[in-house]
């Protein structure tokens, strides 16, 4: 079955064929940074970072781009006080950066910030200006709606449909407008405001609009036209609406190949909002189920449908996800305990030298050999077809649930065939990445952990938030048993227990789950 992605501008599943048919050309809109990153915009971008994951496991090559908004009113309005706003806003693009790689989140082709862009901006606006799809009003420039009869395709908001207040983010006077949906490209800035200066008579110095920014940088970066554009579904009306606007006029339609919208996380029908008070950071959900963790709970909702959200939800979630996890620990140490890596068939070809159909992933070959070699090859058709079908990932944890149950009752645990044994290991390590668990051991698949967005040591898995802490009480619990001290040994299993850990006792030493 060939990918298919539901496309916001068509209202339908579309098949998926970028313009280069082994590259994808993919631009995300990314924070405007006066605060940090919520566990809202967390789901965004790791759905974002999951579509590259897949789109790389079926073989093509991913040049991704993504931005930051360093100048806004918001921003302004924290540089005070001795701190400048460009220094909020490194601040918080700094931020973003870590809490991205501490989820798990593949670094970007690229990270571009509005204000490296300013050139560009300004010949855009410039351009629309001359073809008459802008105006100009006391040194601000308007995007005339009107002249652009596409307007409201993308996300179902046409001109008439427009309210006072709908085509930006600050108070505007609308009396300067042609149309209240008109939106501001270039306004001017007061003495203790940025500024940049354009060469234009009209509008001479100021700062870019907010919508201006994302069309300019796309287009600096991936051309003209590229083949996937998004961000969160709030990003679709205004923002994506005037950017196709402003763009269209300028290099063409369509601009975009595919349009692609995840939808909100839900906190049980409350928006998460700084005046609420409920923002929660993207640290509080990582100290408490770590990265693994939180991707898995990410992935177990399509992507288009509210994930609804709460700590009992996120651990009801896990618990599953820790059967899974549990059977990828018992065959690593299995594995490692047997001694030597054991040499599978050599029997790989070259990708393009593959039907279509056993192209993707790369090291297939290395994935459904051995005893469990069936099972393993009707998982991963279950998982592609799922993937395929719009990036359906609760489909394709459904197909893993039942592969994990098919070994389990197989007794893969107690197979005296490592080789056998390790494409299991391999073939549950490489589906887990795509949802960006990253848990395999270098020494086990060196070329998938190679791939991981996080650097993982040569003897240990990818951790979670709070396994050194977890791990300590074992290693104590351990010296507490060697020197006969069972009250103490027994103290610390409990506490454990009460913190909703399993422990188990192996020849390799203690074991944890959740329970």
């Known amino acids: ?31 405007t940074v006066y605060a940090a990153m919520h566990i809202g915009h967390a789901r965004t971008y790791c759905f974002w970072d999951t579509f590259r994951r897949y789109l790389e496991y079926r073989g093509y090559h991913v040049i991704s781009v993504i931005n930051y908004t360093d100048i806004d009113d918001r921003i302004m309005a924290q540089g005070e006080g001795g701190v400048g706003c460009l220094d909020v806003a490194e601040r918080f693009i700094a931020g973003f950066r870590r809490d991205c790689r501490a989820l798990h989140i593949k670094d970007y082709s690229a990270y571009t910030r509005a204000t490296d862009f300013i050139e560009e901006q300004v010949d855009m606006v410039a351009r629309l200006v001359e073809k008459g799809h802008a105006y100009v009003k006391d040194g601000e420039v308007f995007y005339d709606v009107s002249t652009f009869e596409r307007y409201g395709q993308l996300s179902g908001h ?59 940088m796309s287009g600096a ?74 991707r898995w709970f990410y992935a177990t909702h399509h992507y288009r449908s509210k994930l609804p959200f709460g700590w009992d939800l996120m651990e009801q979630a896990i618990a599953g996800y820790q059967r899974i996890k549990r059977l990828v620990d018992v065959l690593g140490e299995r594995i490692t305990a047997a001694g030597p890596l054991p040499a599978l068939e050599a029997r790989g070809v070259y990708a393009s030298q593959r039907s279509a159909a056993e192209r993707s992933p790369r090291q297939r070959h290395a994935l459904v050999q051995g005893a469990f070699g069936e099972a393993s090859t009707r998982f991963i058709d279950r998982f592609i077809g799922a993937m395929d079908d719009d990036l359906n990932a609760p489909q394709a944890m459904a197909a893993l649930f039942d592969y994990v149950n098919e070994l389990y009752a197989a007794g893969v645990e107690q197979s005296p065939d490592a080789a056998s044994q390790l494409a299991v290991y391999r073939c549950l390590t490489t589906h887990l990445a795509v949802f960006g668990i990253e848990i395999a051991l270098p020494a086990l698949s060196p070329e998938l952990c190679a791939e991981y967005a996080v650097a993982v040591s040569s003897g ?53 789950t959740t329970k």
């Open 158 to 216: 046409t001109v008439e449909d427009q309210e006072v207040g709908a085509s930006g983010r600050v108070d505007e006077d609308f009396a300067r407008k042609r149309h209240p949906a008109d939106f501001t490209l270039w306004k001017p800035s007061d003495a203790s405001q940025p500024s940049w200066t354009t060469g234009q008579p009209d509008f001479a110095s100021g700062r870019p609009g907010w919508h201006i920014e994302c069309s300019a």
């Open 221 to 294: 970066l991936l051309g003209d036209h590229f083949d996937v554009h998004g961000g969160g579904v709030d990003n679709l009306f205004p923002h994506h609406e005037n950017e196709v606007a402003q763009s269209e006029p300028l290099c063409g339609h369509p601009w975009v190949r595919y349009w692609l919208h995840p939808e909100h996380l839900d906190l049980r029908g409350i928006k998460m909002s700084k005046s609420l008070g409920n923002v929660i950071g993207v640290p509080d959900l990582l100290e408490r189920f770590g990265a693994d963790g939180v």
């Open 1 to 31: 079955m060939p990918l298919v992605v539901h496309d916001t501008r068509t209202r339908k599943k579309e098949l998926f064929s970028p313009a280069h048919p082994k590259v994808v050309r993919i631009y995300t809109c990314g924070l």
């Open 460 to 512: 240990e898995p990818a951790g979670r938030g709070g396994d050194a802490v977890i791990d300590k009480l074992l290693v104590m619990r351990t010296e507490a048993r060697k020197s006969k001290d069972f009250a103490k040994g027994d103290a610390i299993r409990k506490l454990l227990a009460e913190a909703g850990l399993e422990i188990e006792d192996t020849p390799q030493g203690p074991r944890w």
